[in-house]
């Protein structure tokens, strides 16, 4: 099922031109990744789509035409870190917020357990760590069982162990059926955690997949043989290589749209044998910043 839809999104701030025609399609269960720089629109493309600032021009749809009613309850949204109150217990933060956003108490429980809160849900909020008040803010956009989740930055200030444990965190929340929209500017992150992502640069989408795609469709393939000068000249006859090197007693293509599987075969019925064949998946970065530089 679609779950969100959006066309020629735009928004101007003034003369900015932060998002510059925006066509985007996500299905249910996706956990999407905005990437992109600073300033590339992420964040204003997670507030249009919150109606928190109205577009220029374009459209966009959630859950398809005849799901216009309480689109707003099927999406939980962390946008900037919510306020809860320092004195109060993270059990009683939820309280009140589950009590403005009319869900059961009974509600409460299982989102705090989702986080891993539960075991100190009785302590203030200002006696939590960062990440634990990030979780508390998950959680709280929990609380209305949404179908989406939006978050901005998840990760942002925390250290190493809190970073690992929100990025687990939204693979079990995607885990129990939710889709996942999420803006980073960190790649490893991106690669990480989500099944789909967009590039975003300087307000423009400048490509769109899979992550297992761009990982596969960008490989790096070691190869040796005892015969060397054989190997090399026939791999130099299948083409379709970036780029050929030599290292130590290796050879290193980089390919697009080639599997080892392949590879392989062209080299036997061409009477080479080989004592190495060794697929390393592509790097994320290597696509990224080749994809901005392109647009540059
Ligand atoms: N309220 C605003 N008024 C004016 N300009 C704005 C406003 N919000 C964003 N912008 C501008 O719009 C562009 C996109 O900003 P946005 O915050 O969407 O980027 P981002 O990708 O989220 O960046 P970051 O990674 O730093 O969070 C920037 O040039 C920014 O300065
Ligand atoms: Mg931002």
Request: glycine content about 8%; some cysteine; charged content about 20%.
């Amino acid at each position: 099922m679609q779950i969100l839809d959006t066309k020629q999104l735009t928004k101007f701030y003034g003369k900015i031109h932060a998002l510059d025609g925006l066509d985007l399609s996500i299905e249910e269960g996706m956990v999407f990744g905005f990437l992109g720089p600073n300033g590339s629109g992420k964040t204003t493309t997670l507030a249009l789509l919150l109606q928190v600032v109205q577009p220029t021009s374009g459209t966009f749809s959630w859950f398809g035409e005849n799901e216009q009613k309480n689109v707003r309850k099927k999406i939980g949204a962390i946008l900037e870190t919510p306020c809860f109150y320092p004195y109060l217990t993270g059990y009683q933060n939820l309280a009140i917020a589950g009590r403005i956003k009319d869900v059961d108490r009974s509600a409460i429980e299982p989102v705090l357990k989702l986080v891993d809160l539960w075991d100190r849900k009785n302590d203030p909020f200002k006696t939590y760590s960062l990440g634990m008040k990030q979780r508390l803010a998950i959680a709280s956009a929990l609380l209305s069982d949404p179908s989406v989740l939006i978050l901005d930055e998840p990760t942002n200030g925390l250290d190493p162990q809190g970073i690992v444990e929100i990025r687990n965190l939204i693979r079990r929340i995607a885990g129990i059926g939710k889709t996942i929209i999420l803006a980073s500017h960190l790649l490893d992150e991106v690669q990480r955690v989500c099944s789909h992502f967009m590039v975003l640069g300087k307000g423009q989408k400048l490509y769109q997949g899979s992550v297992k795609d761009a990982l596969t469709n960008q490989s790096t393939i070691e190869l040796a043989s005892r015969n060397m000068p054989q190997l090399t000249r026939v791999l130099t006859g299948f083409g379709n290589f970036q780029k050929i090197e030599q290292k130590d007693d290796r050879l290193i293509v980089s390919a697009s749209d080639i599997t080892t599987e392949q590879l392989n075969q062209y080299l036997i019925s061409h009477g080479v044998v080989l004592t190495l064949l060794r697929e390393k998946s592509g790097n994320l970065e290597e696509q990224f910043l080749r994809i901005l530089a392109e647009h540059d």
